[in-house]
Each structure stands twice: as structure tokens, then as C-alpha cells.
């Protein structure tokens, strides 16, 4: 077992940490931009396969079931944040695809922490300067971000810009990534006031993640 694992593993993070999966045949597209927008929603999250049959709309480990539609708990909030504020979505998406069964994926994200890997993006953002503010998404991998944050924040310069984060967890929270966001960025303001949520809250966070939202005085209507 790698240190790094054994060490997560025995403090309780374990693979819950890997909330951000959904299965979503409707969000298909890596983006929805719009040039008047100044507000960009960027997540990152993988398609796990799941078996969502019994999951009521509460929702399952790592996947939101609402009107029988299935969404993943980053994608459920960055939706949610975008019909309280506006803003562009926008998905991070890697050109080698993760795999879709919990075992090898988890397993996979424990070797590219353990090999500070930088996964190669298939998506990008076109306009990145008419952006002000970036709300940005990731789950909770094994207390930390997924490896594709990094290779994100390493490929654009938010200088001036203001980063908000927004997480999913298993009981980590931001662990230690908003301090990692503002070394990989250290000229833009990254937000203290982010938004952290337990995987198992997030079906029922829309009220929560609304006023959160609307409080950040961000809405561009």
C-alpha cells in the first residue's frame, strides 16, 4: 500500500472522499459560455458507474437522483449556483478518460496524487479574460484535489481575478486545497469564503448553496 494511501486510509478520509462522480447523459458538452458573462462556474467531475436503481431523490454515495434525472453532487451544485447567480459553466475534462468502476478509479487517483501527475485537458476555456470571478468545483480526492485541478490552475493565469472554491467531501472538507489554490494562483484573490458540503448533504443543499451563492453579491442580473 502507498504511504500515501495507508496514511488517508487510517485517518478516516477512505474512498469516500471521491464525491464528485456522476452519471449524466444530458450534460454532454464541456462548456456553456456566454461573451457577456463575467462570471465563469468551472467543475471537475468523472461519469462512475453507478447502479441508481432504489436511489430515491435523496440521493446515493456520490450521485444526486432528482426527478429521474441522475446528477453528480459537483455538477447538482454548479447547476444550482448558476440558476441562483448566472454565470458560464464550464466542465474541466481530461483527453485520457478516467475508468468507470470505484476500485480502478480510486486506485488510479491515489497513483496520480503519489506521482504529483499533471493529467492532460481536453477542454479549455476560450475567453478567459472576460472572466472577473472563477466559482470553482472539485470533490475531495483523498483529502486533496484531483490531479486535472492542478494541471487547470497551472494552464491559465487568474492575476486580478477572484477564485471562490466549492466542494464536495466525506468528511475532509477543503483539507488543505484552498492553500494549494492560492500557491498555484498567488496573484489572484482566492476566497476564504467558499462552500464546502458533505456528500451525503448534497441532494439537499439547494437552499444552501442558493444563499451562499447570492450572498457572494456576484449576480449578474
Given at each position: 500500500?502507498?504511504?500515501?494511501?495507508?496514511?488517508?486510509?487510517?485517518?478516516?478520509?477512505?474512498?469516500?472522499?471521491?464525491?464528485?462522480?456522476?452519471?449524466?447523459?444530458?450534460?454532454?458538452s464541456?462548456?456553456e459560455?456566454?461573451?457577456?458573462?463575467?462570471?465563469?462556474?468551472?467543475?471537475?467531475?468523472?461519469?462512475?458507474?453507478?447502479?441508481?436503481?432504489?436511489?430515491?431523490?435523496d440521493?446515493?454515495?456520490?450521485?444526486?437522483?432528482?426527478?429521474?434525472?441522475?446528477?453528480?453532487?459537483?455538477?447538482?451544485?454548479?447547476?444550482?449556483?448558476?440558476?441562483?447567480?448566472?454565470?458560464?459553466?464550464?466542465?474541466?475534462?481530461?483527453?485520457?478518460?478516467?475508468?468507470?468502476?470505484?476500485?480502478?478509479?480510486v486506485?488510479?487517483?491515489?497513483?496520480?496524487?503519489?506521482?504529483?501527475?499533471?493529467?492532460?485537458?481536453?477542454?479549455?476555456?476560450?475567453?478567459?479574460?472576460?472572466?472577473?470571478?472563477?466559482?470553482?468545483?472539485?470533490?475531495?480526492?483523498?483529502?486533496?484535489?484531483?490531479?486535472?485541478?492542478?494541471?487547470?490552475?497551472?494552464?491559465?493565469?487568474?492575476?486580478?481575478?477572484?477564485?471562490?472554491?466549492?466542494?464536495s467531501?466525506g468528511?475532509?472538507?477543503?483539507?488543505?486545497?484552498?492553500?494549494?489554490?492560492?500557491?498555484?494562483?498567488?496573484?489572484?484573490?482566492?476566497?476564504?469564503?467558499?462552500?464546502?458540503?458533505?456528500?451525503?448533504?448534497?441532494?439537499?443543499?439547494?437552499?444552501?448553496v442558493?444563499?451562499?451563492?447570492?450572498?457572494?453579491?456576484?449576480?449578474?442580473?
Amino acid at each position: 500500500m502507498k504511504k500515501k494511501t495507508a496514511v488517508i486510509f487510517l485517518t478516516g478520509l477512505m474512498i469516500f472522499t471521491m464525491s464528485g462522480y456522476f452519471v449524466n447523459a444530458a450534460d454532454t458538452s464541456a462548456k456553456e459560455e456566454n461573451e457577456n458573462s463575467n462570471i465563469l462556474i468551472a467543475y471537475f467531475t468523472v461519469p462512475e458507474d453507478i447502479d441508481t436503481n432504489g436511489i430515491d431523490a435523496d440521493s446515493g454515495a456520490s450521485v444526486v437522483v432528482k426527478d429521474e434525472e441522475v446528477l453528480g453532487n459537483m455538477e447538482y451544485m454548479a447547476l444550482t449556483i448558476q440558476d441562483a447567480i448566472g454565470g458560464d459553466l464550464f466542465r474541466i475534462e481530461t483527453k485520457e478518460a478516467y475508468p468507470l468502476d470505484h476500485e480502478p478509479l480510486v486506485d488510479q487517483a491515489a497513483e496520480e496524487q503519489d506521482e504529483n501527475a499533471r493529467p492532460e485537458l481536453a477542454t479549455h476555456i476560450e475567453n478567459p479574460e472576460q472572466y472577473d470571478t472563477i466559482l470553482l468545483g472539485y470533490p475531495n480526492w483523498w483529502g486533496d484535489m484531483p490531479q486535472p485541478l492542478f494541471t487547470f490552475l497551472e494552464e491559465y493565469d487568474f492575476s486580478g481575478k477572484t477564485i471562490i472554491p466549492f466542494n464536495s467531501h466525506g468528511g475532509s472538507g477543503f483539507s488543505n486545497t484552498i492553500e494549494e489554490i492560492k500557491e498555484l494562483q498567488p496573484d489572484a484573490n482566492i476566497s476564504d469564503e467558499g462552500l464546502s458540503i458533505s456528500r451525503d448533504k448534497v441532494a439537499d443543499s439547494v437552499q444552501d448553496v442558493t444563499d451562499w451563492a447570492k450572498s457572494l453579491d456576484l449576480s449578474e442580473e
